[in-house]
Every structure is written in structure tokens, then in C-alpha cells.
């Protein structure tokens, strides 16, 4: 027979072993339950980080289509399908290229970035184009218009607030780009074509294309200051 000493400290061990298994049980439900809700805080920072991501993408695809056509001399139709088909093309190729650093398949990171990206593309592309067309001349305005520049700001400025509620949607039902955040913090693979994909982040690209827009209006601002001011004056000159 145990002795009364034996007892109690069985008993003690026994209490020490159920308040520890309960304080883990309840951790490991406190843990889940901030993962899957991520704070309000947490939820509204992914989604503006998300849509600043989706719309650098949309912003380069945009503004190299709308260069490109008028370049070229597309019609307006076809230079509004071009700048959206880059839209989706840098758009997900900027999402693709940190899945692969991860050491994610080609294939793979295909399937999980049109998962992840198509509606909030989609979202700001509609905005997008549907604000442009509203803006009177900013469709037909030329690159070195300002109208084209506020315009382009404007536009991009009320895509990113109509896709923000969409990502934070969808990132709170772990989908959108909660598909893609378990890669981002991965160890970089440095081995084969892997170690030369460049990493760009969302800020950084947001910030050379603002400053690259904010070229382009001076540039329009300088020329629409530097053309001459009195056509009209000299017309009437010409007359007489």
C-alpha cells in the first residue's frame, strides 16, 4: 500500500498534469481562434496590403497598354483591351514570381494566384475603366495631357477603395490572398533559376509608380504651359 506522503504527491502530480493539458488546450484554441480571425486590425491591414498589391500590378498594365496603343495608333477599344489584358498579366506574374522564389511549381503557383487574384483584378479593372470613361476626354486624352494623368490617378484611387472591401472578404473566409500568405514568409530557394527572381515589394512598386505618374503630369503640365497661348490671336492677325 502507498504510504499518505505517496498520495498526495500522485494527486498533486495528477493536478499539475489536467491544469497543464487544459492551459495548452485552451492556447492552442486562443491561437486559432487569432488565425482564423486575425484581429479586425489584422484583417484590414492584409486586405489594404492585398489590394496595394493587386492594383500595382493593374497600375503597370494600365499605363504601359495605354502607352503602347497610342504609340501604335490603336483605336481607343483596342487600346482599352490591351491595358487591361497587361493589367491581369502583371497583375498575376507579380503575384507568381514570390511563389516560385518559395520553390512553389510553375503549375502551382499558376493555379494559386488566379485563385487569388482574379476577383480583386477584375474589381479594379471594371472601376477602373468605368471612372476613366466617366472623366470627360480622359479616354481620348493623349500621354502628355494632364487630364489623362488626374484621370488615371482618380481611376486608381477609387478601384483600390472598391477592391479593399473585397479582399477583406475574401481574406477573412481564407481565400483571395490568404491562398498566397503562407508562401510569402518562406526561406527563399537560392538554387537553380529560382536565386535570380527578383523580390519587389508592394510598397516600393507603389511608390515608383506614383512618382512615374506624378513625371508624367509635370511633363504635361510643362507642355500645356509651353505651347502657345494665343492661337486665336494670331489667326485674327492672319486675317487682316
Given at each position: 500500500m502507498k504510504s499518505h506522503d505517496e498520495h498526495v504527491q500522485a494527486g498533486h502530480e495528477h493536478s499539475m498534469h489536467e491544469g497543464h493539458g487544459e492551459h495548452a488546450e485552451h492556447a492552442d484554441h486562443s491561437a486559432h481562434s487569432g488565425h482564423g480571425g486575425h484581429g479586425g486590425g489584422g484583417v484590414n491591414a492584409m486586405a489594404a496590403s492585398a489590394t496595394l498589391h493587386c492594383l500595382t500590378g493593374c497600375a503597370i498594365g494600365e499605363i504601359a497598354g495605354l502607352m503602347i496603343g497610342t504609340a501604335i495608333g490603336l483605336s481607343a477599344g483596342w487600346t482599352i483591351a490591351l491595358a487591361v489584358t497587361l493589367a491581369f498579366f502583371f497583375g498575376y506574374a507579380l503575384s507568381t514570381l514570390p511563389l516560385l522564389k518559395s520553390g512553389l511549381a510553375l503549375g502551382a503557383a499558376l493555379s494559386v494566384v488566379l485563385a487569388a487574384d482574379t476577383l480583386s483584378i477584375a474589381t479594379m479593372e471594371l472601376v477602373d475603366n468605368l471612372v476613366m470613361a466617366l472623366i470627360p476626354g480622359a479616354m481620348e486624352a493623349g500621354l502628355v495631357n494632364v487630364v489623362f494623368w488626374v484621370g488615371m490617378m482618380i481611376a486608381l484611387t477609387v478601384a483600390f477603395v472598391a477592391a479593399f472591401p473585397v479582399n477583406?472578404?475574401?481574406?477573412?473566409?481564407?481565400?483571395?490572398?490568404?491562398?498566397?500568405?503562407?508562401?510569402?514568409?518562406?526561406?527563399?530557394?537560392q538554387q537553380g533559376f529560382?536565386?535570380?527572381i527578383p523580390a519587389f515589394s508592394s510598397g516600393a512598386l507603389a511608390a515608383a509608380i506614383f512618382t512615374f505618374m506624378?513625371?508624367?503630369?509635370?511633363?504635361?503640365?510643362?507642355?500645356?504651359?509651353?505651347?502657345?497661348?494665343?492661337?486665336?490671336?494670331?489667326m485674327e492677325m492672319q486675317g487682316h
Open positions: 477583406r472578404y475574401l481574406l477573412q473566409r481564407g481565400k483571395g490572398h490568404a491562398l498566397t500568405h503562407e508562401y510569402h514568409g518562406a526561406e527563399p530557394v529560382r536565386r535570380f506624378l513625371g508624367g503630369l509635370s511633363v504635361s503640365i510643362a507642355d500645356e504651359l509651353g505651347s502657345d497661348p494665343a492661337p486665336a490671336e494670331q
